[in-house]
Protein backbone atom coordinates (compact mmCIF):
# COMPACT_ATOMS: atom_id res chain seq x y z
CA UNK A 1 0.00 0.00 0.00
CA UNK A 2 0.95 3.42 -0.50
CA UNK A 3 1.02 6.26 0.97
CA UNK A 4 -1.55 9.16 0.26
CA UNK A 5 -0.66 12.47 -0.30
CA UNK A 6 -2.02 13.95 3.38
CA UNK A 7 1.01 11.28 4.73
CA UNK A 8 3.48 13.61 2.95
CA UNK A 9 2.09 16.93 4.05
CA UNK A 10 1.64 15.81 7.78
CA UNK A 11 5.11 14.60 7.68
CA UNK A 12 6.65 17.44 6.18
CA UNK A 13 4.72 19.96 8.13
CA UNK A 14 5.41 17.97 11.19
CA UNK A 15 9.54 17.89 10.15
CA UNK A 16 9.30 21.85 9.97
CA UNK A 17 7.27 22.42 13.00
CA UNK A 18 8.59 19.59 15.61
CA UNK A 19 5.23 20.93 17.31
CA UNK A 20 2.68 18.54 16.50
CA UNK A 21 0.28 21.75 17.81
CA UNK A 22 1.51 23.97 15.78
CA UNK A 23 1.65 21.56 12.82
CA UNK A 24 -1.74 20.31 13.62
CA UNK A 25 -2.90 24.28 12.99
CA UNK A 26 -0.84 24.60 9.63
CA UNK A 27 -2.49 22.01 8.01
CA UNK A 28 -6.03 22.58 9.53
CA UNK A 29 -6.71 19.28 11.32
CA UNK A 30 -7.09 17.94 15.01
CA UNK A 31 -3.82 17.17 16.70
CA UNK A 32 -5.44 13.53 17.01
CA UNK A 33 -5.87 13.05 13.25
CA UNK A 34 -1.89 14.49 12.97
CA UNK A 35 -0.41 11.69 14.92
CA UNK A 36 -2.55 9.33 13.59
CA UNK A 37 -1.35 10.20 10.12
CA UNK A 38 1.82 10.02 11.04
CA UNK A 39 1.61 7.17 12.74
CA UNK A 40 -0.02 5.05 9.43
CA UNK A 41 2.89 7.15 7.75
CA UNK A 42 5.69 5.26 9.51
CA UNK A 43 4.21 1.83 9.32
CA UNK A 44 3.78 2.20 5.39
CA UNK A 45 7.21 3.73 5.04
CA UNK A 46 8.74 0.55 7.50
CA UNK A 47 10.67 3.27 9.49
CA UNK A 48 10.67 5.35 12.70
CA UNK A 49 11.03 9.10 11.30
CA UNK A 50 10.29 10.57 14.23
CA UNK A 51 11.46 10.41 18.11
CA UNK A 52 8.69 11.73 20.71
CA UNK A 53 9.30 12.72 23.98
CA UNK A 54 6.73 14.43 26.54
CA UNK A 55 8.54 17.56 25.95
CA UNK A 56 9.96 17.80 22.30
CA UNK A 57 9.74 16.21 18.58
CA UNK A 58 12.85 15.64 16.52
CA UNK A 59 13.42 13.49 13.07
CA UNK A 60 15.01 10.25 12.78
CA UNK A 61 17.91 10.00 10.00
CA UNK A 62 15.56 8.54 8.24
CA UNK A 63 12.88 11.45 8.58
CA UNK A 64 16.22 13.10 7.90
CA UNK A 65 16.75 11.99 4.62
CA UNK A 66 12.98 11.54 3.48
CA UNK A 67 12.09 14.85 3.88
CA UNK A 68 13.96 16.83 0.55
CA UNK A 69 12.18 13.54 -1.32
CA UNK A 70 8.75 14.40 0.51
CA UNK A 71 9.01 18.06 -0.78
CA UNK A 72 9.52 17.48 -3.90
CA UNK A 73 7.09 14.74 -4.33
CA UNK A 74 4.57 17.37 -2.96
CA UNK A 75 5.88 20.14 -5.49
CA UNK A 76 5.28 17.88 -8.43
CA UNK A 77 1.85 16.72 -6.87
CA UNK A 78 1.55 21.08 -7.23
CA UNK A 79 3.23 21.40 -10.46
CA UNK A 80 0.91 18.23 -12.02
CA UNK A 81 -2.35 19.97 -10.36
CA UNK A 82 -1.43 23.43 -11.55
CA UNK A 83 -0.70 22.08 -15.27
CA UNK A 84 -3.97 19.92 -15.00
CA UNK A 85 -6.00 23.31 -14.72
CA UNK A 86 -4.28 25.29 -16.93
CA UNK A 87 -5.44 22.73 -19.42
CA UNK A 88 -8.95 23.01 -18.29
CA UNK A 89 -8.98 26.32 -18.21
CA UNK A 90 -7.16 27.04 -21.82
CA UNK A 91 -4.29 28.15 -20.87
CA UNK A 92 -2.04 25.25 -21.81
CA UNK A 93 -1.88 22.56 -24.75
CA UNK A 94 -2.47 22.77 -28.11
CA UNK A 95 -4.91 24.99 -29.88
CA UNK A 96 -4.89 24.09 -34.03
CA UNK A 97 -5.92 26.97 -36.29
CA UNK A 98 -7.39 26.54 -39.20
CA UNK A 99 -7.30 29.40 -42.38
CA UNK A 100 -9.45 29.48 -45.57
CA UNK A 101 -9.33 32.56 -48.06
CA UNK A 102 -7.79 34.94 -45.52
CA UNK A 103 -4.68 36.18 -47.56
CA UNK A 104 -4.44 39.50 -46.33
CA UNK A 105 -6.66 40.00 -43.46
CA UNK A 106 -5.40 41.85 -41.10
CA UNK A 107 -7.51 40.33 -38.44
CA UNK A 108 -5.62 37.32 -38.96
CA UNK A 109 -1.66 37.92 -37.37
CA UNK A 110 -3.35 40.41 -34.76
CA UNK A 111 -5.60 37.68 -33.39
CA UNK A 112 -2.85 34.98 -33.42
CA UNK A 113 -0.55 37.28 -32.02
CA UNK A 114 -3.00 38.26 -29.31
CA UNK A 115 -3.87 34.95 -28.53
CA UNK A 116 -0.11 33.94 -28.11
CA UNK A 117 0.82 37.19 -26.09
CA UNK A 118 -2.36 36.19 -23.77
CA UNK A 119 -2.13 32.46 -23.50
CA UNK A 120 1.78 31.58 -24.03
CA UNK A 121 1.57 27.99 -22.89
CA UNK A 122 -0.78 27.39 -25.42
CA UNK A 123 0.78 26.08 -28.93
CA UNK A 124 -0.71 27.58 -31.73
CA UNK A 125 -1.01 24.96 -35.05
CA UNK A 126 -1.68 26.76 -37.78
CA UNK A 127 -2.99 25.30 -40.95
CA UNK A 128 -4.29 26.81 -44.66
CA UNK A 129 -6.62 25.30 -46.84
CA UNK A 130 -7.41 25.46 -49.95
CA UNK A 131 -10.96 26.27 -51.70
CA UNK A 132 -11.92 22.28 -51.68
CA UNK A 133 -12.28 23.01 -47.68
CA UNK A 134 -13.79 25.78 -47.10
CA UNK A 135 -14.14 25.29 -43.55
CA UNK A 136 -11.01 25.17 -42.69
CA UNK A 137 -10.21 21.65 -41.44
CA UNK A 138 -13.44 21.90 -38.85
CA UNK A 139 -15.48 19.17 -40.19
CA UNK A 140 -12.89 16.45 -40.85
CA UNK A 141 -11.18 17.64 -36.73
CA UNK A 142 -8.22 18.67 -38.22
CA UNK A 143 -8.53 22.24 -36.51
CA UNK A 144 -10.16 23.03 -33.30
CA UNK A 145 -11.11 26.76 -34.26
CA UNK A 146 -10.95 28.36 -38.09
CA UNK A 147 -10.83 31.65 -39.67
CA UNK A 148 -13.71 31.01 -42.55
CA UNK A 149 -15.28 32.97 -45.14
CA UNK A 150 -19.25 32.13 -44.46
CA UNK A 151 -22.17 31.49 -45.83
CA UNK A 152 -22.02 27.63 -45.83
CA UNK A 153 -24.33 24.79 -46.05
CA UNK A 154 -23.49 23.17 -42.82
CA UNK A 155 -23.37 24.95 -39.82
CA UNK A 156 -20.99 26.51 -37.58
CA UNK A 157 -20.71 28.66 -34.97
CA UNK A 158 -19.46 32.40 -36.60
CA UNK A 159 -18.19 35.46 -34.71
CA UNK A 160 -17.29 37.56 -37.35
CA UNK A 161 -14.21 39.66 -37.40
CA UNK A 162 -14.17 41.55 -40.90
CA UNK A 163 -16.81 42.41 -43.84
CA UNK A 164 -15.06 43.17 -46.84
CA UNK A 165 -16.22 44.46 -50.60
CA UNK A 166 -15.77 41.40 -53.56
CA UNK A 167 -13.63 42.25 -56.16
CA UNK A 168 -13.65 40.18 -59.34
CA UNK A 169 -10.26 38.73 -60.93
CA UNK A 170 -9.64 39.49 -64.30
CA UNK A 171 -6.27 39.32 -66.70
CA UNK A 172 -4.37 42.56 -66.65
CA UNK A 173 -5.52 43.27 -70.77
CA UNK A 174 -9.30 42.50 -69.71
CA UNK A 175 -11.50 46.10 -71.26
CA UNK A 176 -12.41 46.22 -67.46
CA UNK A 177 -9.39 46.00 -65.64
CA UNK A 178 -8.87 49.55 -65.43
CA UNK A 179 -11.72 50.28 -64.01
CA UNK A 180 -12.47 51.14 -60.42
CA UNK A 181 -15.89 49.50 -60.13
CA UNK A 182 -17.83 48.07 -61.93
CA UNK A 183 -21.74 46.73 -61.47
CA UNK A 184 -21.85 43.08 -61.47
CA UNK A 185 -23.85 42.96 -64.73
CA UNK A 186 -20.74 43.88 -66.53
CA UNK A 187 -19.42 40.37 -65.77
CA UNK A 188 -21.69 38.18 -65.56
CA UNK A 189 -21.60 36.77 -68.88
CA UNK A 190 -17.74 35.83 -68.60
CA UNK A 191 -16.43 32.63 -67.93
CA UNK A 192 -16.41 31.91 -63.84
CA UNK A 193 -14.21 29.74 -61.70
CA UNK A 194 -15.83 26.67 -60.44
CA UNK A 195 -14.97 23.99 -57.24
CA UNK A 196 -15.96 21.22 -56.04
CA UNK A 197 -16.99 21.87 -52.46
CA UNK A 198 -19.96 23.32 -49.97
CA UNK A 199 -22.97 24.51 -52.92
CA UNK A 200 -23.88 27.87 -50.79
CA UNK A 201 -20.03 28.94 -50.12
CA UNK A 202 -19.99 28.57 -54.72
CA UNK A 203 -23.12 30.11 -55.01
CA UNK A 204 -21.46 33.42 -52.64
CA UNK A 205 -18.31 33.49 -54.58
CA UNK A 206 -20.29 33.33 -58.16
CA UNK A 207 -22.81 35.57 -57.21
CA UNK A 208 -25.72 33.34 -57.86
CA UNK A 209 -28.12 35.47 -56.73
CA UNK A 210 -27.82 38.00 -59.15
CA UNK A 211 -27.84 36.04 -62.09
CA UNK A 212 -30.78 35.22 -64.54
CA UNK A 213 -29.17 31.52 -65.41
CA UNK A 214 -26.13 29.61 -63.88
CA UNK A 215 -22.48 31.14 -64.49
CA UNK A 216 -20.69 29.67 -67.75
CA UNK A 217 -17.57 27.56 -66.43
CA UNK A 218 -14.61 28.47 -67.65
CA UNK A 219 -11.98 26.50 -65.04
CA UNK A 220 -12.15 24.62 -62.01
CA UNK A 221 -10.06 26.37 -59.20
CA UNK A 222 -9.02 24.43 -55.83
CA UNK A 223 -6.97 27.78 -54.87
CA UNK A 224 -6.09 31.20 -55.20
CA UNK A 225 -3.28 30.11 -57.18
CA UNK A 226 -4.98 28.50 -59.84
CA UNK A 227 -7.76 30.76 -59.90
CA UNK A 228 -5.14 33.63 -60.46
CA UNK A 229 -3.61 31.29 -63.02
CA UNK A 230 -7.14 30.67 -64.76
CA UNK A 231 -7.62 34.80 -64.90
CA UNK A 232 -4.30 35.77 -66.24
CA UNK A 233 -5.02 33.46 -68.65
CA UNK A 234 -8.18 34.40 -69.74
CA UNK A 235 -9.64 31.15 -69.06
CA UNK A 236 -11.79 32.27 -65.93
CA UNK A 237 -12.82 35.03 -63.23
CA UNK A 238 -13.85 34.79 -59.93
CA UNK A 239 -14.31 36.98 -56.96
CA UNK A 240 -12.10 37.41 -53.79
CA UNK A 241 -12.52 39.91 -50.80
CA UNK A 242 -10.35 42.91 -50.63
CA UNK A 243 -7.56 42.01 -48.89
CA UNK A 244 -6.88 39.10 -51.14
CA UNK A 245 -6.86 41.63 -54.03
CA UNK A 246 -4.75 44.75 -51.93
CA UNK A 247 -2.55 42.23 -50.26
CA UNK A 248 0.69 43.03 -52.69
CA UNK A 249 0.72 42.93 -55.86
CA UNK A 250 -0.19 40.15 -58.38
CA UNK A 251 1.51 39.87 -61.94
CA UNK A 252 -0.87 39.60 -64.83
CA UNK A 253 -3.99 40.27 -62.75
CA UNK A 254 -6.32 43.20 -62.06
CA UNK A 255 -8.50 43.66 -59.36
CA UNK A 256 -11.74 45.39 -59.77
CA UNK A 257 -14.78 46.39 -56.83
CA UNK A 258 -18.21 44.89 -57.56
CA UNK A 259 -20.30 47.84 -56.10
CA UNK A 260 -23.65 45.88 -56.34
CA UNK A 261 -22.49 42.51 -54.35
CA UNK A 262 -22.90 41.76 -50.73
CA UNK A 263 -19.11 41.96 -48.98
CA UNK A 264 -17.55 39.08 -47.76
CA UNK A 265 -18.05 38.34 -44.36
CA UNK A 266 -14.75 36.63 -42.33
CA UNK A 267 -15.20 35.02 -38.85
CA UNK A 268 -13.64 33.00 -36.58
CA UNK A 269 -15.57 29.43 -36.29
CA UNK A 270 -15.78 26.53 -34.35
CA UNK A 271 -17.81 23.34 -34.19
CA UNK A 272 -21.42 23.96 -32.92
CA UNK A 273 -21.42 23.11 -29.07
CA UNK A 274 -17.74 23.20 -28.95
CA UNK A 275 -16.91 23.45 -25.29
CA UNK A 276 -13.00 23.04 -24.83
CA UNK A 277 -11.86 26.27 -22.89
CA UNK A 278 -8.82 27.10 -25.26
CA UNK A 279 -11.74 27.51 -28.13
CA UNK A 280 -14.06 29.62 -25.74
CA UNK A 281 -10.66 31.72 -25.34
CA UNK A 282 -10.20 31.94 -28.70
CA UNK A 283 -13.22 32.95 -29.46
CA UNK A 284 -13.49 35.65 -27.03
CA UNK A 285 -10.59 37.05 -27.79
CA UNK A 286 -11.82 37.54 -31.42
CA UNK A 287 -14.84 39.09 -30.26
Not at 148 to 169: G, K, N, S
Not at 193 to 214: Q, S
Request: hydrophobic share 45%; charged share 25%; glycine share 6%.
Amino acid sequence: MRPEVRHLAYFVALAEELNFTRAAARLNVVQQALSAGIAQFETLVGARLFERTTRKVRMTAAGEDLLPRAREALAAIDLAVATARRHANGAAGRLAVGLSSTTGLPATPRLLGAFTARYPEVELEVRHFPFTDPYAGLLTGETDVAIVRPPFATALELHEVAREPRYVTLPSGHPLAAREEIAFAEVADEPWMDTDTDPVWCAFWTAAEHRTRPPRIGAVCRSLDELFEAARLGRACGMVPESVARSRAWPGLAFVRVADVEPSIAAVACRPGETRQAVRNFLALAE
